[in-house]
């Protein structure tokens, strides 16, 4: 109808999510200021759906923000969750942004202190088709409980190799396969091998030499 003027208390409407369809990234929405009426299913607003592909899903039972289109609750989209009630953000910062999931996963950046922090509750895995480059001005720390593996067809360490234990003292450091040094090395302690060791073409186990009284000695 020309100059038809809808009321933006029809356009804009706040209700609780009653149902989710993920695959679709649509959720139907029950408003209480209405009888109760439920909506049809509406699409979540995301960043992007076209070369970048956005997902960010709402839960049943969340609060959110609704556009619909003048002809009626048939057709609208939701805009977003907010924080109402009971319900608070996981930050009272607002250097900080933060995503926390329901299984206790947080990932936040704080600006003001520039602290790049995840706490996972589970598996982190990454797979990258080029180069993976850490660069840090300071030093760099992996702990583990159990193990750690480095598995590739050459590995490279530059620079020295501390294998000081948890606490203090001197660690173990055991390597299955071949080693190639390129340098010298220097040993405080003992060297145990159970094969030969060649100094060249010299073998410390088969060698033989000339003793002061003429003869020679045999292998040792």
Do not use: W
């Amino acid at each position: 109808m020309k100059g038809y003027q809808p009321n933006l208390s029809d356009l804009f409407r706040v209700g609780e999510v009653t149902s989710v369809n993920p695959a679709a990234m649509t959720a139907r929405v029950t408003f209480d200021d209405d009888d109760g009426v439920t909506s049809f299913d509406l699409p979540i607003l995301q960043r992007n759906t076209l070369n970048n592909h956005d997902h960010c899903c709402v839960d049943v039972g969340e609060d959110v923000l609704c556009l619909f289109l003048p002809t009626g609750i048939e057709e609208g989209f939701i805009l977003g969750s907010f924080y109402a009630g009971e319900v608070q953000p996981p930050s009272n910062s607002g250097d900080v942004r933060m995503v926390e999931f329901s299984d206790g996963t947080k990932l936040s950046y704080d600006r003001s202190s520039h602290t790049l922090t995840g706490n996972v509750k589970g598996k982190v895995e990454l797979a990258v088709s080029g180069t993976v480059s850490v660069h840090a001005q300071d030093s760099v720390a992996v702990k583990s409980s159990t193990s750690i593996t480095l598995q590739a067809p050459v590995i490279n360490l530059n620079g020295a190799i501390n294998t000081a234990a948890e606490g203090g003292g001197a660690g173990t450091m055991t390597i299955k396969g071949n080693i190639d040094q390129t340098g010298s090395q220097r040993v405080s302690g003992d060297i145990e091998a159970e094969g030969d060791v060649m100094a060249g073409s010299i073998s410390l186990k088969s060698h033989t030499h000339t003793c002061p009284d003429g003869g020679t000695s045999g292998p040792h």
